[in-house]
């Protein structure tokens, strides 16, 4: 079946299988790979994208579900391969280690700064709890989001 969505700020239109899930549209048909596939299942969030502006899970998202929507990955979150400020500043902090997790948690943090910019700590750990990071990067993730939500050294 043919799916047209918005990706990244461009209309795409494709072919998918009615069962395929967004997340292997994206990786497979795309060749967008910054969205991980670690569980599969919507327990690890390391595949998450914006649908429609919200952190979502795109493994748990059936392909025809994405019609007419707009998705963002993290390739698309800062134009011509620039950084936007969460990645920056996860560089900076050196907020990850094999960096799995890290399109996962910058599409999450970015939603939660859109959101609420001076997001207090809980509620920074309580946005980004959806999304595990096997390497334990948490307490620089931290650091870095504290500084982006102006209380951090
Ligand atoms: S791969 Fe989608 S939540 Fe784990
Ligand atoms: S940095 Fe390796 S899984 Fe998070």
Redesign the pocket.
């Known amino acids: 079946m043919r799916l047209t969505a918005t990706v990244n700020g461009r209309a795409r239109t494709f072919e998918v299988e009615a069962r395929s899930t967004l997340l292997e549209v994206i990786r497979e048909s795309l060749l967008l790979t910054g969205a991980k596939e670690a569980c599969g299942v919507g327990e690890c969030g390391?595949c998450m994208v914006l649908l429609d502006g919200e952190p979502t899970p795109s493994c748990l998202v059936l392909a025809p579900d994405a019609e007419g929507r707009e998705i963002v990955t993290v390739e698309g979150l800062a134009p011509e391969g620039a950084l936007d400020e969460v990645q920056a500043a996860f560089l900076e902090a050196g907020?990850?280690?094999?960096?799995?997790?890290?399109p996962g948690?910058v599409i999450t943090a970015g939603a939660l700064l859109r959101d609420q910019p001076n997001a207090a700590a809980g509620e920074i750990k309580q946005a980004l709890a959806g999304v595990?990071?096997?390497?334990?990067?948490y307490t620089k993730v931290m650091k870095a989001m504290e500084k982006l939500a102006g209380r951090g050294a």
Request: net charge positive.
């Open positions: 390391n907020a990850f280690q094999c960096g799995f997790c890290t948690m595990l990071c096997r390497c334990g990067s």
